[in-house]
C-alpha cells in the first residue's frame, strides 16, 4: 500500500519535468475552464475525501499549476469521484472536455491481484445554478470512459521518458446555463494533469470587405446563417452571408461589398486614395495615378484636378490627361477667282492633346478707306460650310465684286468653350475682282407646236458687266434630267425644235459674263402640241372591227381561265381531303399531333429557344423564401410563385450569380429551353424564367422531400415493397416519355430524381453542365467530357454513343440504389475497377431482400448488347404488372450467389469455412481490409449483433459491407451449427 501511495506524486514531477509545453489554443475555441490557468487551489469536490488529491507544482517554465491524482490500486470496489466547480455554458450548446493525463500499466504494479484498472469514466450534470458542495452521483450522465494511448512502467520512472495523454470529448447539447464535470475512479493509478473545457466559434472575420462577427453556432446539427456588414467606405453589391459550422469553421461565402468612390480595396478594409491617386468607381480596383496634365492634394479623390490653362471635356473620362485649345492655323493662302476665293491653312503647330480639331471660318466686309467692318450679309456660301470643318480647305462664293473682306480662320477643340483668352486665329484680307451676273428670273412662252417651243426671257438684274451668251438647259419632265439638252443664245430669245409632241419640258437659263456664269434659274415647265386625229370611213370600220375582235377573244380568255382553276382546285381536295399544313420553326419541321424534343443549342441565338419554350416571369410575382443549397451557378432557394388570378404555389428558385459571363447565362437557361417542352407528371415542371432582370432566375414546381437518395437514406427500411415499386415505376414512366420525344438523358441517377410529398418521383437535372459528384472518382473523363461511370452503359464510357438503351442501363442502377436505400452503387470501388469488372461481365449482386423479379429486371438492363436491354415502354408494362401481383414480391433473390459476389470475386463458397478464425482471415479481401485485426469475437452469435457503431469502431463504415459481412455471418452460422467458434 505504502510503495503505491507516492507513485502518483513521482509520476507527476516527472511528467510535469517532461512533458509539460506551453498551451497554444486555436482562435475559434472559447475556453470556459483551463486548470492549468490557475495558480491556486482549484476547489473541486473529491468524494470521498481520500480518493482524488489536489496537488501543487511547477510546469517547465516553473509556473505553478494545480493536477489530482489516485492511486488506490490495492484496494478492491474503488469509487472515487472529483467534481469540478459550475461551468456557466455562455451562450454555446456543444462542449469539448480536453483532458491530459498519465496512466501506469498495472502489469508494471506488483502483488495488485487484479484490483487495478487502467481507465476512468468522464460524467457530467446540467443544472441551471451552482448547487455548491451538494454532490449526488446518481445526477450524473455518463460521457465516456477515458483510456490511455500511452501508459508508463516502472522502467519508464528512471529513464523519465513518459508521454502525456490527451483526449478529447464532446458533451452536447447543454441546454440548461451551466454544467459540472465529474472524474470517476474505479481503480486506476492515474494522475489528471490538466482539465480544459471549451466551445467552438466562428471567430470574427473580414471576407469579401464584409464583417462577420464572433458566431457560436446553436444548432448542433446544422449551419447557421450570418449576415455581415459591410467595412467602413463600402457599400453592398450583393448580401454577403456565410455560414457557421458547428466545428467553428466559416463556410460557403456568398455576395461582397465593394469599396467607395475615392477608396481602394486593402484586404480587409477600404482606405483612401493617397494625395496624387484618383478612384472614380466603386469596385475593389487600386487608385490609379492622376493622369498628366492633372493633380489632387487631398485623399480619397475621385478625381483629378487640370493645372492651371488645362481642361477636360465635360464627356471626357476622368482617367483621360488635361488638354487645352489648339494654337492657331499655320500658312494661310488664298486664291481668288472674281468673286469666290479658296481659302487654304495647314494644321496647327499644337493642337491642344486632342484629336478632334475643327476649323471654323468667319467673313467680314470691310469698308475702302476706314478700318470699320461688319459681318457679311446676303448670299455668301461657304463650301463645304463655314463651321465644323475637319479638312483645312474651304471655297467662299457669291462674294460682291470689287470688294474688301477679311477672313479668320480658327482652329478649336472639345475644350476651347472653356478657354476663351486662350483661343487663336489665322487672318487674311481680300479683295474681290469682277462678279458674274445674277439669275435669269423672268421666261416667256411666246409660241408651241408639236415639235418645238419659242422663248424669251428678261436680262437678269444685275448683270455685273456685259453679258456674252445664255446657256439654255432642257429635258423631258419624265426623265428627271438624266438625259438632256445644252443651246447657246447670243440673244434674250431661243427656239427649241426636235421635240415630241404632247411632251412636257423643264427648262433652265444661266448668263455669262467674263467673270464666269451667273446663278441658274429656276426650273420652267413647257408642254408641246397633240396631233391632229383623222381617219376615213373606210379605215374607220376596220378599225372597230379590230377592236371588237380583240374584246372578245380577251373575255373567251377569261372565262377559259376560270373554268381552269375551278377543276383543278375540286381535283386537289378530293385527292388529298385530310393533308394538314407541316410547321417549321427556326429550321425544324414538326408534324402536327407529335411532340418532337428540339436541341436549343441548334439556335443561331440560344435566348429565342428560352423564349420559345419557357414562360417568361415577372420578378415580383416570385417570393424567395430561404436558400436551400448551392448549384454550379448559384444559389438554390425555395419561394413562393404568385400569378395573376391564380393561387399561390411553393417553387424551387434557382439563381444565376452576379458576374455571370454570357456563356455561363447561356448554359444556364438551356436547362429551361429542356425543361419547357416536357409536359409529364414525372418530368420536373418547368413554371418560368426571369431573363429581363437581375438576378436570372429558372422557377420550378417545388419538391419537398429533394432528392431521392438522401430522402432513401434518410428513411431507410420505411417502405413497402410495393411503395417502392410504385416510385420506381414512376421513373420509368418519366423516362419512357423522354425517350418517346427523342431526348437522351445521360446523367439518370437517384441523385437526379425529385421526390414530393405524395412520394411522386420526377426526373430533373436536365443541363448539359454537371457537377457530378463531390467525389473527385465520380467521372471518368475522356475527350468528349465527363461521364458518371457507375451509372453509364459500357458502350456510352468506350464509344460515347449514349441512347435510350443506354438510359435503361442506368435505370438499373437507379433501380439498385432504390432497393438498398441509396446506398453508393459499387461501394468503395475506384472507377477503373468499375470499368473493368462490368467489362468481365461483374454485375452488383442484389440489395438485402430484394425480390427476384426486380432483380431480374435489373439484370435485364445490365445486359451487355444494349439490343437486348427492354425498352422504358416495356419496364412500365413489367412494373404494372408486379404492382398488379403483389404476391410475385415475396420471393427473395438469394443474397449469396455463386457467381459476382460484390465483397470478393475470388472467394470461395461460404460453407468452405471451417471456423470464425478461418473466415477473419478471408475478410482481408473485404473492403474493410484490416478492420478485424486485434478483435476478439468468439463465436458466430457475436458477429451478427454488432451495431453500425460498433463496425465504425472497427473501421467498417460503409453500410453495403456491413451488412453484406451480416449476411455471410449469418450463413456461416447456420453452416458450422457447432456452438462457438475459436477465432
Known amino acids: 500500500m505504502g510503495c503505491t501511495r507516492f507513485l502518483p506524486l513521482l509520476l507527476l514531477l516527472i511528467t510535469l519535468v517532461c512533458c ?31 480518493g482524488w488529491e489536489e496537488i501543487s507544482g511547477v510546469d517547465e517554465h516553473y509556473t505553478p499549476i494545480r493536477t489530482f491524482q489516485v492511486c488506490n490500486v490495492m484496494d478492491y470496489s474503488q469509487n472515487n469521484w472529483l467534481r469540478t466547480n459550475w461551468i456557466p455554458r455562455k451562450s454555446a450548446q456543444k462542449m469539448y472536455v480536453e483532458l491530459k493525463f498519465t496512466l501506469r500499466d498495472c502489469n508494471s504494479i506488483p502483488m495488485v491481484l487484479g484490483t487495478c484498472k487502467e481507465t476512468f469514466n468522464l460524467h457530467y450534470l446540467e443544472t441551471d445554478e451552482d448547487q455548491g458542495d451538494k454532490f449526488r452521483e446518481h445526477q450524473f450522465s455518463k460521457i465516456d470512459t477515458i483510456a490511455a494511448d500511452e501508459s508508463f512502467t516502472q522502467t519508464d520512472l528512471g529513464d523519465r521518458i513518459l508521454k ?9 447539447p447543454i441546454t440548461k446555463k451551466g454544467f459540472y464535470l465529474a472524474f470517476q475512479d474505479v481503480g486506476a493509478c492515474v494522475a489528471l494533469v490538466s482539465v480544459r473545457v471549451y466551445f467552438k466559434k466562428c471567430p470574427f472575420t473580414v471576407r469579401n470587405l464584409a464583417v462577420f462577427p464572433d458566431t457560436v453556432p446553436m444548432d448542433t446539427q446544422s449551419l447557421v446563417e450570418v449576415r455581415g456588414s459591410c467595412v467602413n467606405n463600402s457599400k453592398e453589391e450583393e448580401l454577403p452571408k456565410m455560414y457557421c459550422s458547428t466545428e467553428g469553421e466559416w463556410l460557403v461565402p456568398i455576395g461582397k461589398c465593394l469599396c467607395n468612390v475615392g477608396y481602394e480595396d486593402r484586404g480587409v478594409t477600404c482606405q483612401a486614395c493617397r494625395p496624387g491617386f484618383y478612384k472614380a468607381l466603386s469596385g475593389n480596383m487600386k487608385c490609379s495615378k492622376c493622369p498628366p496634365l492633372s493633380y489632387t492634394n487631398q485623399e480619397g479623390a475621385v478625381h483629378c484636378s487640370c493645372e492651371k490653362n488645362y481642361f477636360r471635356a465635360e464627356g471626357d473620362p476622368v482617367s483621360m490627361a488635361c488638354t487645352r485649345p489648339p494654337s492657331a492655323p499655320r500658312n494661310v493662302i488664298s486664291i481668288i477667282n472674281e468673286t469666290s476665293v479658296i481659302l487654304d491653312w495647314s494644321w496647327p503647330e499644337d493642337t491642344g492633346g486632342r484629336k478632334d480639331v475643327t476649323f471654323n471660318v468667319l467673313c467680314k466686309r470691310c469698308f475702302i478707306g476706314s478700318k470699320q467692318c461688319e459681318p457679311c450679309r446676303g448670299a455668301v456660301r461657304f463650301l463645304p460650310r463655314a463651321t465644323g470643318l475637319t479638312n483645312t480647305t474651304v471655297t467662299v462664293a457669291d462674294l460682291l465684286a470689287h470688294t474688301n473682306y477679311t477672313f479668320e480662320i480658327e482652329a478649336q477643340n472639345s475644350v476651347s468653350s472653356l478657354a476663351h483668352m486662350l483661343r487663336q486665329h489665322a487672318t487674311v484680307t481680300i479683295t474681290t475682282n469682277q462678279a458674274a451676273p445674277s439669275s435669269v428670273t423672268v421666261i416667256r412662252k411666246d409660241r408651241t407646236s408639236r415639235n418645238s417651243i419659242s422663248l424669251s426671257w428678261l436680262e437678269p438684274e444685275s448683270p455685273n458687266g456685259i453679258i456674252l451668251d445664255y446657256e439654255v438647259k432642257y429635258y423631258e419632265k419624265q426623265e428627271q434630267e438624266t438625259s438632256y439638252t445644252i443651246l447657246r443664245s447670243k440673244g434674250t430669245n431661243v427656239t427649241l425644235n426636235g ?31 397633240p396631233d391632229s386625229f383623222s381617219i376615213s370611213s373606210e379605215n374607220s370600220q376596220v378599225v372597230l372591227i379590230a377592236i371588237a375582235c380583240a374584246v372578245a377573244i380577251i373575255l373567251l380568255t377569261i372565262v377559259l381561265y376560270i373554268v381552269i382553276s375551278r377543276c383543278c382546285c375540286g381535283y386537289s381536295k378530293s385527292k388529298h381531303p385530310d393533308k394538314k399544313r407541316l410547321h417549321f420553326g427556326n429550321g425544324h419541321l414538326r408534324l402536327p399531333g407529335i411532340r418532337t424534343y428540339v436541341d436549343p443549342h441548334t439556335y443561331e441565338d440560344p435566348s429565342q429557344a428560352v423564349h420559345e419554350f419557357a414562360k417568361e416571369l415577372d420578378a415580383s410575382c416570385i417570393a424567395i423564401d430561404k436558400v436551400v443549397g448551392a448549384g454550379e451557378f448559384g444559389e438554390v432557394c425555395s419561394g413562393r410563385l404568385k400569378l395573376p388570378s391564380k393561387k399561390e404555389i411553393g417553387v424551387a428558385i434557382k439563381t444565376l450569380k452576379a458576374g455571370y459571363t454570357e456563356t455561363q447565362r447561356r448554359d444556364f437557361l438551356s436547362e429551361a429551353s429542356i425543361m419547357g417542352q416536357f409536359d409529364h407528371p414525372n418530368i420536373i415542371r418547368l413554371e418560368g424564367v426571369v431573363t429581363r432582370s437581375k438576378p436570372v432566375m429558372i422557377v420550378t414546381e417545388y419538391m419537398e422531400n429533394g432528392s431521392l437518395d438522401s430522402f432513401l437514406r434518410k428513411h431507410d427500411a420505411q417502405f413497402t415493397v410495393i411503395q417502392l415499386v410504385g416510385m420506381l ?3 420509368a414512366s418519366g423516362m419512357k416519355y423522354l425517350s418517346d420525344m427523342g431526348y437522351v438523358h445521360r446523367d439518370l441517377a437517384a441523385r437526379n430524381i425529385l421526390v414530393n410529398s405524395n412520394l411522386v418521383c420526377k426526373v430533373s437535372d436536365f443541363g448539359l453542365s454537371r457537377v457530378l459528384e463531390d467525389d473527385p472518382e465520380a467521372a471518368y473523363t475522356t475527350r468528349g467530357g465527363k461521364i458518371p461511370i457507375r451509372w453509364t452503359a459500357p458502350e456510352a464510357i468506350a464509344y460515347r454513343k449514349f441512347t435510350s438503351a443506354s438510359d435503361v442501363w442506368s435505370y438499373g442502377i437507379v433501380l439498385w440504389e432504390v432497393l438498398s436505400y441509396g446506398e453508393r452503387p459499387y461501394w468503395e470501388m475506384s472507377n477503373q475497377d468499375v470499368i473493368k469488372a462490368v467489362d468481365e461481365g461483374y454485375r452488383l449482386p442484389p440489395p438485402m431482400d430484394c425480390p427476384a423479379a426486380l432483380y431480374q429486371l435489373m439484370l435485364d438492363c445490365w445486359q451487355k448488347d444494349r439490343n437486348n ?3 422504358f415502354e416495356q419496364i412500365v408494362s413489367i412494373l404494372d404488372k408486379l404492382i398488379r401481383n403483389p404476391g410475385s414480391l415475396k420471393i427473395t433473390a438469394s443474397a449469396s450467389r455463386p457467381v459476382n459476389q460484390l465483397l470478393d470475386r475470388n472467394s470461395t463458397d461460404i460453407t468452405s469455412f471451417s471456423s470464425m478464425g478461418h473466415w477473419l482471415e478471408s475478410a482481408r479481401t473485404l473492403p474493410c481490409k484490416e478492420a478485424f485485426s486485434g478483435v476478439s469475437y468468439s463465436s458466430c452469435d457475436t458477429l451478427p449483433k454488432t451495431s453500425a457503431e460498433e463496425f465504425k469502431k472497427v473501421g467498417v463504415t460503409i453500410v453495403g459491407p456491413q451488412k453484406k459481412i451480416v449476411s455471410s455471418i449469418k450463413a456461416l452460422e447456420t453452416h458450422t451449427k457447432n456452438g462457438p467458434v475459436p477465432v
Open 729 to 731: 415505376r414512376g421513373i
Open 164 to 172: 502525456l495523454n490527451t483526449e478529447v470529448r464532446e458533451v452536447s
Open 869 to 871: 436491354r427492354p425498352k
Open 20 to 50: 509539460a509545453q506551453p498551451a497554444v489554443y486555436p482562435s475559434n475555441e472559447v475556453n470556459l475552464l483551463d486548470s492549468k490557468a490557475s495558480q491556486g487551489e482549484l476547489g473541486w469536490i473529491s468524494y470521498p475525501p481520500h
Open 499 to 529: 421635240l415630241k409632241p404632247d411632251t412636257r419640258y423643264l427648262l433652265q437659263i444661266r448668263a455669262r459674263t467674263a467673270a464666269g456664269y451667273g446663278g441658274t434659274s429656276r426650273k420652267f415647265e413647257f408642254e408641246t402640241s
